[in-house]
């Protein structure tokens, strides 16, 4: 009778750096034969990078949904932030409507913490249908990770530009699919949220995005972080079917 919507995010605030401070703690680029535009590109991706988590932060969300605010009043109050800043948890809630939907549906969230206003948005998505499960580093964007100096310069440097053919390929998915549902996984840092959101829902079907947290005190954040997250999501929709897009198979390769 009710949704269990993941609120999953990091709490931080922005150092407080000019423009020339970070130039000079960027590393391995000659910041002299870079265009404006790349200059800029590079200025606001390790100023993110540079962002200030803050640990055990108060949270209230609120959800909305055909642009009217179905949580109640006060909103939802969800688990302080850890000593790294990141939250991660499922919350039932209701008045979005009965689970029993075939397709997904896109609605509205919204943190209120102690640095000011967040938003997001949330997919709910039926417990049955195809999910696709995409990395996107060589399989949505070209980055060229196996040549590391090109990967950083793709990374930091330039505007992203798509692999040719996978946006249409990927619209075709999301037409014909039944009750598809988009799952994008990569190990970029959380704190490059917002440069990945920007570049992906302007090219590809929405869809839920999980980065790598920057908890890295348990082993397993740093030698299986993919296997986290790929596990939390089949256990999250056991009913749905899952193929997957990898930088190695770059095909259709169903589970």
Same mark, same amino acid.
């Given at each position: 009778s009710s949704w269990n919507v993941r609120f999953y995010g990091l709490v931080y605030k922005q150092a407080s750096i000019n423009a020339s401070a970070l130039d000079s703690i /960027?590393?391995? !680029? @000659? %910041?002299?034969? +870079?265009? @404006? %535009? *790349? *200059?800029?590109?590079l200025q606001n991706r390790t100023q993110e +990078? #540079?962002? /200030? $988590? /803050? $640990?055990?932060?108060? +949270?209230? #969300?609120? &959800?909305s949904a055909n642009g009217s605010v179905v949580t109640n009043s006060s909103g939802i109050r969800l688990? @302080? %932030?850890?000593? !790294?800043?990141? !939250?991660? *948890? !499922?919350?039932? &809630?209701p008045s979005l409507g009965g689970n029993s939907s075939t397709s997904p549906r896109i609605v509205q969230t919204g943190i209120v913490n102690v640095t000011g206003p967040g938003n997001g948005t949330a997919l709910l998505v039926p417990s049955t249908g195809i999910s696709v499960v995409s990395d996107i580093d060589d399989v949505m964007r070209i980055t060229k990770v196996y040549i590391p100096n090109q990967g950083l310069f793709n990374s930091f440097v330039q505007p992203y530009v798509n692999v040719p053919g996978i946006p249409e390929l990927y619209a075709v998915w999301n037409k014909s699919l039944p009750s598809v549902a988009f799952h994008y996984d990569t190990t970029t840092p959380v704190q490059l949220t917002r440069t990945y959101v920007d570049y992906l829902f302007g090219n590809y079907p929405i869809g839920s995005l999980e980065m790598r947290p920057i908890n890295l005190t348990d082993p397993s954040q740093i030698l299986e972080v993919r296997q986290n997250s790929l596990k939390k999501l089949f256990e999250t929709f056991p009913r749905r079917k899952f193929g997957e897009r990898s930088p190695i198979l770059r095909s259709w390769c169903p589970f």
């Open positions: /960027i590393n391995g !680029f @000659s %910041t002299s034969n +870079l265009n @404006s %535009t *790349q *200059q800029q590109l +990078l #540079a962002s /200030i $988590p /803050i $640990p055990n932060a108060n +949270l209230t #969300a609120v &959800v688990n @302080s %932030t850890d000593d !790294f800043g990141e !939250f991660d *948890q !499922f919350v039932a &809630v």
